[in-house]
């Protein structure tokens, strides 16, 4: 057996520097480059894997990498979770099996179909108001507005003060990082953002027949218990907007910053879906989820320790080129089958089907109705532990 002290490659990146976090793509090459599986000379509870098929390894052999121990840097084994754990997201068979079931048959194909019309027409009126007004900001007059809107109406989150979602996004997602500066300047608020987000998990805030309501008809059919239905709604509110806010924005960016790209789009409007699947494996929003090695257990042939943490780049192992030809390259004619953007495996992302709706929606509404989008000045980064995510993105939209 390896010797996991001396085999596994030391690196001195620190993936949460500011540096890295607003371009960590160099850093990706570099921890491909350096092995299957390195060790970051600043997490010393870590190992990290950032090709693709390492990735997709330990993502699929659920049982020796655990989620039950959470999913970002801290080890629920040994420390206090950041917030009572998900019953999905931070949770193992057979409880997360039972929780699964229920969110998946609520967001399943079946209800994307129901759904579409609302969301085509509020992505028209959108994107029309966009092309109105001509210059925007792609992020607060785009990429941010369609999903905060579209998303609490299905779940039947009322309209005031849908601002914590945005707020609490950034905080849970930050909470998967170190306890750095992000982290603490978006946990300052953390009293009185969960106090409004756990409000609007009860069932008398919650629209009759919306999503946040089939939760608790669940409960009631005794799938769930009445105690786990708000921590499911909590799902809902936690995972269902800044990840598609993001999503959104950043193919806002990749079709902006490559125009021909943008023609080929427009010149055949049925590309929108799969240009944004490229978008999620070019700039994947969530650029990273760690998993808890359960028992002593070995990564390509090395040795991992039980309770070790995994750090499994999902971004690096997007851009792998062992996997992708010109992997840098954002082509929308290319199919990313097998992205992890959205996870993969068990866990694999269980709103696939909104955030693939979402996306589709919005970019062949644009297709249709934008001869050109172009930047019309330098876009500006909002760091965030977990998701890339952009804070202004200013385009100039032409009408078709
Ligand atoms: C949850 C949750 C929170 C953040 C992300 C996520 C990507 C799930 O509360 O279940 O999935």
Redesign the pocket.
């Known amino acids: 057996m390896a010797d996991p002290v001396v085999d596994i490659p030391v690196l001195g990146v620190d993936p949460y520097a500011p540096e890295n976090l607003t371009d960590p793509y160099p850093m990706h090459e570099r921890m491909r480059e350096a092995g299957p599986v390195v060790r970051l000379a600043g997490y010393p509870t870590l190992v990290a894997c950032a090709r693709h098929e390492q990735v997709h390894a330990v993502l699929n052999d659920h049982d020796t990498f655990i989620s039950g121990a959470g999913?970002g840097l801290a080890n629920f084994n040994r420390e206090t979770p950041f917030r009572p754990r998900?019953?999905?997201?931070?949770a193992d068979p057979p409880l997360h099996t039972t929780t699964r079931a229920v969110l998946s048959r609520i967001l399943s194909p079946k209800v994307m179909q129901q759904i579409r019309p609302v969301f085509a027409a509020e992505a028209e009126r959108l994107v029309d108001a966009c092309v109105q007004q001509g210059t925007i900001d792609g992020i607060g007059d785009l990429a941010q507005r369609y999903p905060l809107k579209v998303f609490p109406d299905a779940v039947g989150v009322g309209d005031d003060g849908r601002e914590n979602l945005l707020v609490y996004?950034d905080m849970?997602?930050n909470s998967?990082g170190p306890r750095n500066a992000l982290f603490e300047k978006s946990a300052a608020r953390f009293a009185s953002v969960t106090a409004w987000i756990m409000a609007h998990c009860q069932r008398e805030h919650l629209r009759p027949g919306g999503f946040g309501d089939q939760i608790w008809q669940a409960a009631d059919a005794g799938e769930i218990t009445h105690e786990q239905a708000p921590m499911?709604v909590?799902?809902f509110?936690?995972?269902g907007v800044d990840?598609t806010i993001n999503g959104l924005g950043n193919a806002l960016f990749a079709l902006a910053q490559n125009p021909d790209q943008y023609a080929k789009l427009r010149a055949d409007p049925t590309l929108a879906r799969p240009a944004f699947e490229e978008a999620l494996r070019w700039e994947s929003t969530?650029q990273t989820?760690f998993r808890t090695a359960a028992r002593d257990t070995t990564i390509a042939g090395h040795a991992v320790a039980e309770d070790t943490k995994v750090l499994c780049m999902l971004a690096a192992a997007n851009r792998d080129p062992r996997k992708w030809p010109d992997p840098d390259r954002y082509d929308i004619e290319r199919r990313p089958t097998g992205h992890m953007a959205l996870?993969s495996g068990i866990?694999g992302?269980?709103?696939q089907a909104v955030a693939r709706l979402e996306g589709e929606l919005i970019l062949s509404v644009i297709a249709r109705r934008v001869a050109r989008i172009e930047p019309t000045g330098p876009h500006t980064r909002r760091l965030n532990n977990t998701l890339r995510a952009l804070d202004t993105l200013p385009l100039r939209l032409t009408p078709a």
């Open positions: 999913v998900s019953l999905i997201l931070e996004g849970v997602f998967m499911l909590r799902s509110l936690s995972a990840t969530a989820f996870g866990h992302c269980v709103g």
